[in-house]
């Protein structure tokens, strides 16, 4: 009598088209079913996993199945909100079994932060990237968690900030650093130069509804490695450090005390930008400084605006193309101009065509909602 076959038997390819049938919840607990049948799972998700998202497709025990399995090919765990909350089981899988976990985030609140702590603490070898959500007091003992990870390399703070957020400095081998304050009304003052004075390879930087200071005593500082600056709703009444190889600059309704402040921030660090985005009221520059962020931006190949307080002319735009021509700006390599107020956008659509060359502008629009045009 030959002998009784069972699906445990068959090859994993054939497995793998089984598994293609069913819907995740049923993959997950065929999995749990048999080892052979969790190592097929593991073969049919490949890379599926690779980014783990905990949420309510799965209970949390199928969750910790899909975690026993695929654990070594785990890179991302998100648990930032958009789904369940903070699960001690789920955390304590992830620091069993995926040991090439790079990158997380976290909701953390006053309830479960001795929990992150500790999350952050066992996975603080292979961990690059970190980005916490914050709400409460829980800002200072996690991010004081932070500073022992060794290889962190990008960190992303949204919430409360405290004294202790000076203590990023001590992350010496961060290339990439977000804070956000979570409050509209109140802008916490930060010394961004104290802050980043030791971040000797942060490549990008943003900041979010902040008041920005500089030590009084200090003369002109060089952020000598920064490539992006994204600078949201902040307050900066001092001139910002030189960023010689800055290369995207994104401004969003920021407050100055000095108007031209920005535009000679610009000016000055123009060389290398090739990407920039400016929303701000009142406007970053007029129709001058327009001209000259052209002049000292060679390389600029987008530019998202509004032209608010910019009066559009044909004399005007063709001095614009002239000096696009000037930069190097080609057919083949244009200017794509985003313009995000409509009458401004339809007004100078109808001009460049009537310019010496007009395909150095690949012009578009953008609607953001707060056209009132």
Not at 23 to 42: C, I, Q, R, S
Not at 151 to 161: E, S
Request: proline residues 4%; charged residues 25%; contains cysteine.
């Amino acid at each position: 009598m030959e002998d009784e076959r069972t699906i445990t038997d068959l090859p994993v390819e054939v497995l793998d088209l089984i598994f293609a049938y069913l819907y995740l919840p049923n993959k997950v607990g065929l999995a749990a079913a048999h080892e052979k049948l969790g190592k097929a799972f593991a073969f049919h998700s490949r890379n599926q996993f690779k980014k783990l998202t905990y949420d309510y497709r799965l209970r949390t025990e199928s969750w910790l199945v899909v975690i026993r399995e695929c654990g070594p090919k785990i890179e991302e765990f998100d648990c930032c909100g958009g789904g369940l909350c903070w699960n001690d089981s789920i955390a304590q899988a992830i620091t069993e079994y995926c040991c090439n976990l790079e990158s997380v985030k976290i909701l953390v609140t006053t309830r479960n932060r001795e929990s992150v702590n500790d999350f952050l603490l066992k996975m603080k070898n292979s961990l690059m990237s970190v980005k916490l959500k914050q709400h409460e007091s829980s800002s200072v003992i996690t991010l004081n968690s932070v500073m022992e990870l060794p290889n962190l390399k990008k960190l992303a703070i949204n919430g409360d900030l405290h004294e202790n957020v000076y203590n990023i400095g001590k992350l010496s081998g961060l290339e990439r650093l977000t804070i956000e304050y979570k409050y509209y009304y109140t802008y916490p003052t930060i010394n961004i130069i104290t802050l980043c004075d030791s971040l000797c390879n942060l490549r990008a930087l943003k900041l979010k509804r902040i008041t920005l200071t500089l030590p009084e005593e200090a003369p002109t500082r060089i952020w000598y490695n920064l490539e992006s600056l994204k600078l949201f709703q902040c307050v900066f009444p001092t001139e910002l450090p030189d960023c010689p190889k800055l290369k995207y600059l994104d401004l969003y309704y920021n407050k100055c005390t000095d108007k031209d402040q920005i535009l000679k921030f610009i000016v000055k660090n123009g060389k290398n930008i090739d990407t920039m985005y400016e929303k701000c009221s009142p406007t970053t520059f007029d129709a001058d400084g327009l001209l000259q962020l052209l002049r000292n931006c060679p390389k600029l190949r987008f530019l998202f605006t509004r032209l608010e307080d910019i009066k559009l002319y044909l004399g005007y735009v063709s001095s614009m193309v002239e000096i696009l021509r000037e930069n190097g700006v080609t057919r083949e390599d244009p200017l794509q101009l985003v313009v995000c107020r409509r009458i401004k956008w339809k007004w100078i659509r109808r001009l460049i065509p009537r310019t010496s060359y007009p395909e150095l502008i690949d012009l578009r629009y953008f609607n953001d909602g707060a056209d009132g045009s």
